[in-house]
């Protein structure tokens, strides 16, 4: 189909529902609603999965957040946990949710540690900051206090444009030099945001 004679993309409001595997539903549920106060809001049982038609027996479970969205397991009834990506980093993959306040932040990093829970942070980005721990299932999980107001942000998304683009530019000299035996380094990007991790790395 010529793409001008395509229907406008449909207006995505917010996030409906992200869904992980769950080792085990119960101790998702401790995890999710009574240390992070996320209310059990849904189930959804079947012998069969309604896209694909194959046969795999299941609970389907969900956490509200404030704002409608939630976040959803699949207890596959077997005590197995998703395995994590042999070719990614722990810290790379994970889900970030938002509180209203750094002294929520806080708030919450006590709760988790008063449950055995290891956190990391706070960790100041500059434009919010955050907290970081896994959930029983092995799933990275962010908490973060937006310190930037809409104003900030919205300077902010002037240039995100432009610094991907030159980002993909540096990437295909990069493709073309590892092609031709010249580059075996990871892409390293043209702009440091963080400068004060490395001197703390280097130190």
Known sequence: MNPSKLPAPAPIQQLHHYAYRAKDAEETRRFYEDILGLPLYHIIQSDHVPSTGEYCPYTHFF???????????????????????PNTPKW??????????E?????????????GI???????????KSIYFF????????????????????????????????WNARKEQWRRERAEGKSAAPLKPQQNDRPEVVGKAQA
């Open 63 to 85: 956490f509200r957040l404030q704002d409608g969205s939630f976040i959803a397991f699949f207890d596959l009834g077997d005590d197995e946990a998703a395995l994590p990506s």
């Open 92 to 101: 790379v993959n994970h889900i970030s949710f938002r509180v209203n306040t």
């Open 103 to 115: 002294q929520e932040l806080e708030n919450t990093k006590a709760r988790l540690e008063a449950s």
């Open 118 to 128: 290891e956190v990391l942070g706070v960790t100041d980005h500059h434009i919010f």
């Open 135 to 166: 959930d029983p299932n092995g799933i990275r999980l962010e908490l973060t206090a937006q310190l930037a107001d809409e104003f900030e942000m919205l300077e902010e998304s002037k240039t995100a444009h432009a610094r991907l683009a030159e």
